[in-house]
């Protein structure tokens, strides 16, 4: 909806040029037409769902900010035994508000609050036949935040761990890692590319 213009106060009498008011009887035909533009629709408008099914709107950029992230570890990582250990992923799919650190701290640090949905996965490499335990886990600033899930293993193979979970992020200095476990009795590897690791999450809409 465009600013209308008040060319001059009508009086009696007054001899009034087309060119001096077309404009703005052009502006009042289209916006009473449906045609109202961003710029005079107020902040507090109550407008009905179906008033704003456009599809030139991206609800993606106007409701959830876009935050979004995916990131995997190239290379195969070495988990030591019985010892928690960050997952340090080095590479990104996607980073749109450059939230995730892939070069010195390996970590998503989003200074947005909101909720976000975080999924992680790992592969360990060629455990043997014996009664052990493998975990991830989701931290905040270091500390245990989420579990995700523990596997209980006595056969051989290349068990996958996998975590998802939606997290109320209220603080903008908070920061979230992935860490996993293993206790088969010696250092096991993580398989490295985007096939087998991963640390992805983004920012719900309206959250």
């Known amino acids: 909806m465009s600013t209308l213009t008040k060319p001059f106060?009508?009086?009696a009498g007054t001899t009034i040029l087309a060119a001096e008011v077309n404009s703005d009887f052009d502006t009042l035909f289209n916006?009473?037409?449906?045609?109202i533009?961003?710029?005079n629709i107020a902040a507090n408008a109550d407008i009905a769902g179906s008033k704003i099914l456009n599809a030139s709107l991206n609800l993606d950029t106007k409701i959830s900010n876009g935050i979004k992230f995916h990131a995997y570890r190239n290379t195969a990582l070495s988990i030591p035994n019985n010892t928690f250990t960050k997952v340090t992923f080095d590479t990104e799919v996607f980073d749109?508000?450059?939230f995730f650190d892939s070069t010195t701290n390996n970590r998503f640090a989003p200074t947005t609050t909101g909720?976000?949905?975080?999924?992680?996965?790992?592969t360990f490499d060629d455990f043997t036949a014996v009664a052990s335990t493998a975990t991830i886990q989701l931290a905040r600033n270091g500390s245990t935040l989420i579990d995700g899930n523990s596997l209980l293993i006595d056969i051989a193979g290349d068990p996958t761990l996998v975590l998802a979970t939606i997290i109320n992020h209220t603080?903008?200095?908070d920061f979230y890692e992935i860490f996993v476990f293993q206790n088969?009795?010696?250092a096991r590897n993580i398989l490295g590319g985007n096939r087998f690791n991963h640390f992805a999450g983004f920012r719900l809409a309206g959250a």
């Open 9 to 11: 106060t009508f009086g």
């Open 31 to 35: 916006d009473y037409n449906g045609n």
């Open 37 to 39: 533009t961003n710029p």
């Open 96 to 98: 749109t508000d450059n």
């Open 115 to 122: 909720k976000y949905l975080f999924t992680a996965s790992a």
């Open 171 to 173: 603080v903008t200095t």
């Open 184 to 186: 088969q009795g010696a």
